[in-house]
């Protein structure tokens, strides 16, 4: 297994677009959680996944923002009408969520947007 | 809502000295896991060390470990013999189902 994998690394798009990010969790692991970081701050919590199931949405996540994972393996986070705020870099991080490695996250590269 | 606050945003050391990074937190849980993760400069984050809160043993990782004081919701991270490695932003994080992270400390290691 090659860890946690996003994609696109990098997005460039301008104020108005809809944009999509994808991450591979590691096989094993049923748990998945989105994070916001941006420039010299600590990660913010967006949402999390087990399995399929949405388990619970930051407050921070407005209505232009919406997460899947189908089949309970790879997630998409899609954001609606993109604005300069939305400018950050996006990591996915994915855990077990029983026995010894429960909850240790291990984290994606990340994907960062840029929004002009 | 559980918080976690690292109070000191840069720190720098010379390299091979010692250094502490701290972290406080509020909660009114008694079980619970605390951790720190290292953000190394354009990399992603990993974990450095964990702790769980019914241990009253500090957890040590090598040249790693915590100074871990429940009552006063104190978390540190202690760094021996520092590497020019070990540059990167710290992240102190506490668990609720999700991690809740700090606003990191940037540590610089220098030769």
């Known amino acids: 297994d090659t860890g946690v994998s996003q994609d696109p690394r990098h997005k460039i798009t301008k104020r108005g677009q809809n944009v999509t990010f994808r991450c591979d969790p590691i096989?094993?692991?049923?748990?998945l959680y989105w994070y916001r970081q941006t420039l010299g701050q600590g990660p913010e919590f967006l949402t999390y996944f087990q399995n399929e199931a949405q388990l619970e949405k930051s407050r921070l996540l407005s209505d232009r923002f919406s997460a899947e994972r189908p089949k309970g393996s790879f997630s998409t986070l899609e954001i609606q009408r993109t604005e300069q705020g939305d400018s950050a870099m996006y990591l996915c991080a994915s855990s077990f969520s029983r026995g010894p490695g429960a909850n240790v996250l291990t984290f994606g590269a990340g994907s960062r947007l840029t929004v002009l | 809502a559980q918080t976690v606050t690292q109070s000191q945003p840069e720190m720098s050391v010379q390299e091979a000295e010692t250094v502490t990074l701290s972290c406080t937190y509020d909660t009114s849980e008694s079980n619970y896991y605390l951790f720190w993760y290292k953000q190394p400069p354009s990399r992603q984050m990993i974990l450095v060390i964990r702790?769980?809160?019914?241990?009253?043993q500090n957890a040590t990782e090598n040249r790693f470990s915590v100074n871990f004081q429940k009552a006063a919701k104190s978390f540190s991270l202690k760094i021996s013999d520092s590497q020019l490695g070990d540059t990167a932003m710290y992240f102190c994080?506490?668990?609720?189902?999700?991690?809740?992270f700090g606003q990191g400390t940037r540590l610089t290691i220098n030769p």
């Open positions: 994080a506490f668990e609720d189902q999700k991690l809740v």
């Open positions: 096989s094993e692991h049923n748990r």
């Open positions: 702790q769980e809160a019914y241990k009253q």
